[in-house]
């Protein structure tokens, strides 16, 4: 049953993101607002089991800081970034919350930039040159990386354990995936030679195939850290926003660095 669950959320969901970041714009600053906001709830929830209890505004907060660092680049992210800060502190100053303070504020700052601020970079990056067809093929170099790391991890792992925060995960999985990624890279640029260069797509079969599976790893660490299994159980079968964009919200981000220091 859970399998079929998540069968149907994938047929769902990815021609869903493959079509918001081929059109861009707002639609594309919507979904990434949706999901980050979504992303901020759960946090929140996993950060309360942690006895650190942050304003429940730091949601819409979270939701007006992407924009404004999507929109108004660098200086967009000064505003949210003080503007943050000064609401944070403020009302703890206002309120006298003295106790876990310190924690409230750094978990806060925190949980801005794991979510509103590392979807702006995947805005950012649809507003490269060809930037809907690089979007949508590092999805599918993340959709390659996971699928064969998970298969072939399973089939010939036989080093398992060496990433405590995710026992099942092996050192051949995720070889496997990295492989995959440049697979897939290679088979893209074969049908999309004439618009997207190889070392483009070379650049984004690292960032999924390395970063992806990190971000995974680093999502499973935070979970581990808690106690929960799923960041949420808001998509069935798939566990929460967390869970479903581990990989994209580091790998798309990696790769924006990469392509303004190389390309």
């Known amino acids: ?116 601020y590392l979807y702006s970079l995947i805005y950012k990056t649809r507003l490269v040159d060809n930037g809907h067809l690089i979007l949508v093929s590092i999805i599918i170099m993340i959709w390659a990386t996971d699928t064969f790391a998970y298969f072939l991890g399973m089939l010939i792992g036989k080093h398992r354990g060496v990433f405590q925060v995710s026992p099942k995960k092996s050192i051949e999985g995720f070889v496997a995936g990295l492989i995959f990624a440049f697979i897939a890279a290679f088979i893209i640029h074969y049908f999309y030679k004439d618009i997207l260069p190889l070392n483009i797509l070379l650049l984004g079969a690292v960032s999924a195939g390395v970063f992806g599976q990190l971000g995974d790893l680093i999502e499973s660490l935070f979970k581990r850290d808690v106690g929960v299994k799923d960041s949420s159980k808001i998509i069935p079968g798939h566990g929460g926003m967390l869970d479903r964009f581990d990989s994209l919200v580091l790998t798309v981000p990696v790769f924006y660095l990469l392509y303004h220091l190389f390309i």
């Open 1 to 116: 049953m859970d399998a079929l669950k998540r069968i149907l959320i994938a047929i769902i969901f990815i021609p869903l993101i493959i079509v918001v970041c081929y059109l861009g714009n707002y639609y594309l600053l919507g979904f990434l607002t949706i999901v980050s906001m979504l992303g901020l709830y759960e946090l929140r929830k996993m950060f309360q089991i942690k006895e650190v209890a942050l304003p429940f505004i730091i949601i819409p907060l979270g939701g007006l800081s992407l924009w404004l660092m999507s929109l108004l680049d660098g200086i967009g992210i000064a505003y949210s970034l003080l503007l943050l800060f000064i609401i944070f502190a403020g009302y703890d100053v206002f309120t006298n919350r003295i106790d876990g303070a310190f924690n409230r504020l750094s978990h806060g700052l925190f949980a801005i930039f794991y979510q509103p």
